[in-house]
């Protein structure tokens, strides 16, 4: 028996072609908007911190308005002031003398009892963030969680040291598990090395694999073109899942056996 075709899909009407149109704009323009509105944001509530600091006499928007009689709004002034104080400061502080001043005052700061916790949280936390040369996971790799036989993707954090690297005999290192869609919170896991697969792609790639909950699937990450191909690629597989959704032959719609008669075999 037949099966009788399916009815021709329905055509979309102009409301419907200026609806996806819409909708596909809306997806290109909403990114690049939002990224300029969050810049222009932080870069103003910036210069709302370090302008009042600055002179009237050495402000170029009041210079401006005095000279020319012209009320403009020069955004990045005080961007460029913090970054070059910044970088000034911190100039200084990596000679003998800034080196001295700073631990004259962290000394003052931790004689006071409600500061001292303070500053020494913030300084770790500071001091692990911005650590000048360092990334915040090493690779990507995949680990059995959260029971074996199912696999997890995880971001290498460091190799265990102190209490936890003393406890154990093998090489543990500490990897960070993240949730999907939102990598920023997850679990800190401590395994030993030879427990972990180490993937090949970035960091940024299996990020964007979490978050997208599969659907954005990087590349190999094959450069050198080393990579060891899978069991998958070197076998040819029969009774793929395209096969089983293919449309059928005519001469087997009827849905006969098409298998050769084994009797008639025998008979031969």
């Given at each position: 028996m037949e099966l009788p075709?399916?009815?021709?899909?329905?055509?979309?009407?102009?409301?419907?072609?200026?609806?996806?149109s819409f909708f596909t704009g809306l997806i290109?323009?909403?990114?690049?908007?939002?990224?300029?509105?969050?810049?222009?944001?932080?870069?103003?509530?910036?210069?709302?911190?370090?302008?009042?600091?600055l002179p009237a006499d050495y402000n170029p928007a009041i210079l401006?308005?005095?000279?020319?009689?012209?009320?403009?709004?020069?955004?990045?002034?005080?961007?460029?002031?913090?970054?070059?104080?910044?970088v000034i400061v911190g100039w200084v502080a990596k000679g003998l003398i800034g080196r001295s001043l700073i631990r004259t005052a962290e000394s003052l700061v931790l004689t006071i009892p409600g500061v001292r916790s303070l500053y020494s949280g913030l300084k770790q936390?500071?001091?692990?963030?911005?650590?000048?040369g360092k990334s915040s996971f090493e690779k990507a790799?995949?680990?059995?969680?959260?029971?074996?036989?199912?696999?997890?993707?995880?971001?290498?954090?460091?190799?265990?040291?102190?209490e936890i690297a003393a406890r154990h005999d093998t090489h543990m290192i500490s990897v960070f598990l993240p949730t999907t869609p939102n990598p920023t919170s997850g679990f800190l896991l401590f395994l030993p090395l030879e427990d972990v697969q180490i993937l090949k792609m970035s960091v940024e790639d299996a990020a964007k694999l979490v978050i997208?909950?599969?659907?954005?699937y990087p590349?190999?990450?094959?450069?050198?073109?080393?990579?060891?191909p899978d069991e998958v690629e070197t076998l040819e597989i029969e009774g793929s899942a395209a096969d089983l959704f293919a449309p059928a032959d005519d001469d087997d719609s009827s849905g006969r056996d098409t298998r050769p008669d084994s009797r008639q075999s025998e008979s031969a």
């Open positions: 075709e399916p009815p021709p899909p329905p055509k979309r009407g102009w409301i419907s072609s200026l609806q996806a290109v323009i909403a990114p690049i908007g939002l990224t300029i509105w969050l810049i222009w944001t932080v870069i103003g509530w910036i210069d709302s911190w370090i302008l009042p600091w401006i308005r005095d000279y020319f009689n012209i009320a403009v709004d020069i955004r990045g002034i005080g961007v460029a002031i913090f970054l070059l104080s910044t936390i500071a001091e692990t963030v911005l650590a000048q790799c995949l680990v059995e969680y959260p029971r074996k036989g199912i696999w997890a993707i995880a971001f290498i954090s460091t190799d265990a040291k102190g997208s909950a599969g659907l954005v590349g190999t990450g094959d450069v050198n073109h080393d990579r060891v």
